[in-house]
């Protein structure tokens, strides 16, 4: 157990429909990142947050949005949901992740399935 | 650009066998971490070890040993005598010092079997 924690575990859904994905990071972890699995794309970085605020982008679609709240959670929105976003969506924290490289720790992630 | 390419896609060993996972790296940064983390069929990653650009030492935890080149820009995992609690898909990844965040760049990944 990472101590990093996702909910929920699976969702469905369907085309055109919007989700909240939820993180809690580590006890005293201050980056959260998220991660998106796919079969065609592999393990690809979307987004980061430090401290409550963004910290860098990836490959992150205009339809997908993050934030990071004072307690430190962190909730993934993606919303005009498309069957290609079906993916393995992962969270991950580390205590800094901002001027030096720390390690991430990945919670068990959200399978999402849209239909 | 960075890049990080795990060759083999899948690797069927019996028990007991060694086996070695690559991972070869692309970076113009001096300054760079590498990572090795393991997904199991439950589909956790699991962070198994982390690297410095700085730090070429190889390390061994337990049946685990990592060799670490700099010169040929590779990361290999050795696992020895196999069993077939490792069956996983093992990730290679790369974070870029320059980047100023953490964020890794993953390989594809290796699919690997043991069979008992």
């Known amino acids: 157990d990472s101590g990093v924690t996702q909910t929920p575990k699976h969702l469905i859904t369907a085309t055109g429909q919007r989700v909240t994905l939820r993180c809690s990071p580590r006890?005293?972890?201050?980056?959260v990142y998220w991660y998106q699995q796919s079969l065609d794309q592999g393990l690809q970085f979307l987004i980061q947050?430090?401290?409550?605020?963004?910290?860098a982008k990836g490959n992150i679609l205009e339809r997908f949005s993050a934030q990071q709240f004072p307690d430190l959670h962190s909730e993934l929105n993606l919303s005009s949901l498309e069957l290609g976003d079906s993916a393995l969506y992962f969270c991950a924290s580390s205590v800094v992740g901002t001027g030096i490289t720390d390690t991430q720790y990945f919670g068990p992630g959200t399978r999402l399935t849209v239909l | 650009a960075q890049k990080v390419t795990q060759a083999q896609t899948e690797i069927s060993v019996v028990e007991k066998e060694d086996v070695t996972l690559d991972c070869v790296y692309e970076t113009r940064d001096t300054t760079y971490y590498l990572f090795w983390y393991k997904q199991p069929p439950s589909g956790e990653l699991v962070f198994l070890i982390r690297r410095n650009s700085f730090d070429e030492q190889n390390e061994i935890s337990g049946r685990y040993s990592w060799n670490f080149q700099k010169s040929t820009s590779s990361f290999n995992f050795t696992i020895t005598a196999s069993q077939v609690v490792d069956s996983a898909v093992y990730f290679c990844?790369?974070?870029?010092?320059?980047?100023?965040?953490?964020?890794?760049?993953f390989g594809q990944g290796t699919t690997l079997q043991v069979k008992p």
């Open positions: 947050y430090y401290n409550g605020e963004e910290r």
């Open positions: 006890s005293g972890d201050l980056s």
């Open positions: 990844a790369l974070s870029e010092g320059s980047s100023n965040t953490g964020k890794l760049i």
